[in-house]
């Protein structure tokens, strides 16, 4: 059975950056074919995709939040990580990942995080 576990930070000033682990066990984060992503939802709005991890290594974005966005891998942990530059109030949300191969079948439980001074 595979889980993820998200962690990171619940609060994060304006202008800083988010970061965020996503811990996977019972399965490697470099089997094929399966892709790592990071899927927001704010407050009173829908599921967005904001970028994934293959398991070779490449890496995709959100064109919308490319610019901001960056994800990384320790193979040696199995894990993945999320870092969001420049955030504001708009960031604040549930930040969930998940495991893609055809579809979404494992997901982490969600963090909250919140963007506030």
């Known amino acids: 059975q595979v889980q993820l576990q998200e962690s990171g930070p619940g609060l994060v000033k304006p202008s800083q950056t988010l970061s965020l682990t996503c811990t996977v066990s019972g399965g490697s984060i470099t089997t094929n074919y399966y892709y790592w992503s990071w899927i927001r939802q704010p407050p009173g709005k829908g599921l967005e995709w904001m970028g994934a991890?293959?398991?070779?290594?490449?890496?995709y974005y959100s064109p919308s939040l490319k610019s901001r966005t960056s994800i990384s891998r320790d193979t040696s942990k199995n894990q993945f990580t999320l870092q969001l530059s420049s955030v504001t109030p708009e960031d604040t949300a549930v930040y969930y990942c998940?495991?893609?191969?055809?579809?979404?079948?494992?997901w982490g439980q969600g963090t909250q995080v919140t963007v506030s001074s």
């Open positions: 998940a495991r893609e191969s055809s579809w979404y079948d494992y």
């Open positions: 991890i293959a398991y070779s290594g490449s890496t």
